[in-house]
């Protein structure tokens, strides 16, 4: 909107509020909040809103506990600095409240543990992407990228997919849901179980699981391919590994696995090794080593205690 002699600078808030921005009403979330921010930023840019007006009708949008915190930020920083404040400063304080490091190193830990276990390729795939947006300095590449999701899938999906051969996500992703169609398919001609598609824990699969311990217990010596005790040709033999695309390795045995640290989520070491911890370590063990004072004790006779 350009401006006239008289009127004010960019969109009314009636004209903001007309595009419908979204309310923020949750306490502590990362991936809502910044889905959040990201969202109102659109209507910003839709409505040719006034950078002066951006914390105005933002926070305008906050209900509940979110609003509880503005409300007593605002008391704390007082009315004139709330007034002035930039959207980008808001985003600092807003952010640090609600997307708080704790809660994001537990989404990264999340992240590399993910497993599809019965969910839908759309629904684990919505869930992969939203902690994948956290996870920046752990997947720098898209082949990085391309490999965590393929080892998220359960063996429905893996059995029938070879990582190196996808240059994008987007590429596997579609392949998946290709996948699923065909899986589908096939239970609607009676040619597979649905049980078998996407199966979640049950008493039966703990029961098989033991049974295959009890099996590698009895003597099966370990398979050099997939390093499991098993009878018969390993079923991994002739596939691809997902690392670096050589046969005869599994990813768990692959000699080019770069560890990742749950505690600083840094490649080259394990959490046991994090220089952080090592160096919390060193400095307990300083202290235990620091020489204690000898204690002194003191004798009375029983007409002194009773005094």
């Not at 007309?18 to 990362?30: E, L």
């Not at 009895?218 to 670096?244: A, L, Q, Y």
């Not at 020489?291 to 009773?306: G, V, Y």
Request: charged share 35%; net charge positive.
């Amino acid at each position: 909107m350009k401006e006239k002699s008289g009127e004010r600078k960019g969109c009314s808030y009636k004209e903001f509020m007309a595009c419908k921005p979204p309310i923020y009403n949750r306490k502590v979330d990362p991936i809502i909040c910044q889905r959040w921010l990201s969202d109102v930023e659109g209507v910003f840019e839709r409505t040719n809103c006034d950078v002066s007006d951006f914390v105005a009708y933002g926070t305008g949008q906050l209900r509940g506990q979110a609003k509880d915190w503005w409300d007593n930020k605002k008391k704390e920083i007082g009315a004139e600095a709330a007034r002035v404040m930039t959207w980008d400063e808001f985003k600092v304080l807003f952010l640090k409240h609600h997307s708080p490091k704790a809660v994001i190193n537990r989404i990264k830990e999340e992240f590399i543990q993910l497993r599809q276990k019965g969910e839908t390729i759309d629904k684990i795939t919505g869930t992969f992407m939203d902690k994948l947006r956290f996870c920046d300095e752990l997947v720098t590449t898209e082949e990085q990228k391309i490999y965590y999701y393929y080892n998220m899938l359960s063996a429905e999906y893996r059995e029938f997919m070879t990582p190196s051969k996808y240059e994008t996500l987007t590429e596997i992703i579609n392949t998946a849901r290709e996948r699923e169609i065909e899986l589908k398919k096939q239970i609607e001609r009676g040619e597979r179980r649905a049980q078998d598609v996407n199966p979640s824990p049950t008493k039966k699969d703990r029961t098989v699981e033991s049974g295959k311990k009890e099996d590698v217990k009895g003597g099966s010596p370990s398979c050099k391919v997939c390093g499991k005790g098993h009878k018969g040709e390993c079923r991994f033999k002739g596939k691809p590994c997902p690392i670096c695309g050589k046969t005869g390795h599994t990813a768990s045995l692959c000699p080019g696995k770069v560890s990742i640290c749950y505690k600083c989520y840094q490649p080259g070491h394990k959490k046991s090794e994090c220089p952080d911890l090592v160096g919390r370590r060193d400095v307990k063990e300083s202290l235990a080593e620091a020489p204690k004072a000898k204690a002194r004790s003191f004798q009375l006779t029983a007409a002194e205690a009773k005094t």
